[in-house]
């Protein structure tokens, strides 16, 4: 595809995204960012931001964009958002906590310099779990976001609402801002399905790209050895697109790697004859929803009679993994929040109840974490302790690599893509989510999604069809590393196949 035909179809589709907005902001040039603004103020409602740029800093994205960016780049002038845990210059990065309220980074992460570079407008920062510890974005200091799939269904005005359905999390206000049509696309962070989760309930596409393609500098850490930037937009194209502008080797992050570097914009017209897929058998577990897995069965039935090739495949580890994910997860935590002290950045408290550094500590860290923060440092540190180093830590790392084997063998075995489910429900609503603590919502939620991450390899959520009570249903695809030009060119197939009706105005 030519950058002129590229070009089109992308502006084409953040014209069609926010039309959904009468409203008309004067101070910015005509075109996608007016639109994107006008559609921001809204839908101010869902709150999905933390902050939004102000007309000043937006025309001076404008202008640097016309002179900086090349004419070629199909993103110029573009409107993208990003989660707010990533560093932007000009922009408060909170991650949702009271720790971070204040904080003001000073450089762009790699990933948001890219993209500026390219031409994008950042039209601000989007709602989160507090430091990405969730999968309702619900635990925010900015308050919870609202799913806009279903607000139909409760008694609500323009700002207020009896209950709604949760956009999953953590990424949840990138997902609301992208399925409601407030941005081009939007940045997020993956960690055990933080982008790959609420896609699936918001009904976009979400990317968690293999780990090591995508700079981590300037991304917040949660847990180092999984943390990924994800992408989320309204299409395949899209997605493929912001990951080929956001990928590569960056000399500030020594996770990076060197890799094939060519385009992976999936072509328009497209074949999966001989397309190996698998269907494990594993990813079936208690508590899928019988709607979840007809769409599963249903859109392999699909794919075999395109051509596709189906076989049940087995990773027989995954019935272990969510634990071996709930011991490494706080393990890491631990040692990443243990730079939060009150000294050098972020919260400090005023009063502590002792005259001592250590006392400083403590009360700094009680003031500034939530329960669920704390909760996870507190198991993250119990994991690490020297009598339990061994039988924990080191046991839930053995795991690790048998689920990593377990995806290598699949590959082995000739499967190019898994085809799985990504959440196990529909988007729930928020009075039923806050029925379980955070601990036992992970332990459900991210079921299909966190051994990708364990294994550093690529997957991406897609919405299929809408449930029988109008909400988004979606499926995932998973592949080896370095193989998101496979995984674009089957999600842009079955994109075609399904034409999922996406989000509509109320």
């Not at 989510?433 to 897609?462: H, I």
């Not at 809408?466 to 998973?478: E, R, T």
Request: charged letters at 20%; glycine letters at 8%; a positive charge.
């Amino acid at each position: 595809m030519t950058s002129r035909v590229l070009n089109q179809v992308l502006r084409r589709n953040i014209t069609s995204n926010a039309a959904a907005s009468n409203d008309r902001a004067q101070a910015i040039n005509n075109g996608p960012v007016k639109e994107s603004l006008a559609a921001i103020r809204k839908f101010k409602h869902l709150n999905a931001f933390t902050f939004v740029a102000s007309e000043e800093l937006l025309e001076e994205q404008l202008r640097n964009a016309a002179i900086n960016s090349s004419q070629d780049s199909p993103l110029r002038g573009l409107p993208i958002v990003v989660k707010d845990n990533f560093c932007v210059r000009g922009m408060p990065a909170t991650c949702g906590s009271k720790m971070l309220s204040r904080f003001d980074p000073q450089y762009n992460a790699t990933v948001v310099e890219k993209l500026i570079n390219a031409g994008v407008v950042v039209m601000g920062k989007t709602n989160m779990d507090e430091f990405g510890m969730g999968n309702g974005t619900v635990d925010s200091i900015h308050g919870p976001t609202k799913n806009v799939w279903g607000l139909e269904k409760f008694r609500c005005s323009s700002t207020s609402f009896d209950d709604w359905h949760v956009p999953g999390g953590s990424s949840g206000g990138s997902a609301v801002a992208v399925a409601a049509g407030l941005c081009f696309g939007a940045i997020g962070s993956d960690t055990g399905g933080s982008t790959r989760n609420p896609a699936s309930y918001c009904g976009v596409v979400g990317l968690k790209p293999t780990y090591g393609t995508v700079s981590r500098h300037g991304l917040i850490p949660l847990v180092n050895s999984m943390d990924v930037p994800g992408i989320l937009t309204k299409n395949v194209v899209n997605c493929a697109v912001l990951y080929d502008t956001m990928k590569g080797w960056d000399s500030k992050d020594s996770t990076t790697v060197k890799f094939d570097m060519r385009p992976t914009t999936p072509s328009q017209t497209g074949s999966i004859k001989g397309f190996r897929i698998g269907v494990p058998k594993d990813f079936q577990c208690e508590g899928m929803a019988a709607d979840v897995i007809e769409c599963w069965k249903s859109t392999a039935d699909i794919l075999e009679k395109e051509g596709a090739q189906i076989q049940e495949v087995s990773l027989p580890h995954t019935k272990y993994s969510i634990v071996c994910y709930s011991v490494l997860n706080p393990c890491e935590v631990a040692s990443n929040m243990a730079r939060y002290d009150g000294l050098r950045y972020g919260h400090r408290a005023t009063k502590p109840r002792q005259n001592s550094t250590e006392a400083l500590y403590a009360q700094t860290r009680h003031e500034g974490f939530n329960l669920v923060v704390r909760g996870r440092i507190l198991a993250g540190n119990y994991f690490l302790l020297k009598s339990n180093y061994d039988k924990y830590f080191l046991q839930a790392l053995k795991v690790r690599r048998l689920i990593q084997q377990d995806f290598e063998n699949v590959w082995e075995k000739g499967v190019d893509l898994l085809l799985t489910p990504c959440t196990l429900t529909t988007a729930p609503k928020y009075t039923d989510f806050l029925k379980w603590d955070n601990r036992k919502q992970s332990s459900v939620q991210d079921y299909c999604t966190q051994s990708a991450n364990m294994a550093g390899v690529p997957a991406l959520s897609m919405p299929i069809k809408l449930s029988q009570d109008g909400l988004p249903l979606s499926l995932q695809l998973i592949g080896p590393r370095f193989s998101e030009n496979k995984i674009f060119e089957m999600a842009k197939f079955v994109e075609n196949l399904v034409r999922f009706p996406g989000y509509k105005s109320i």
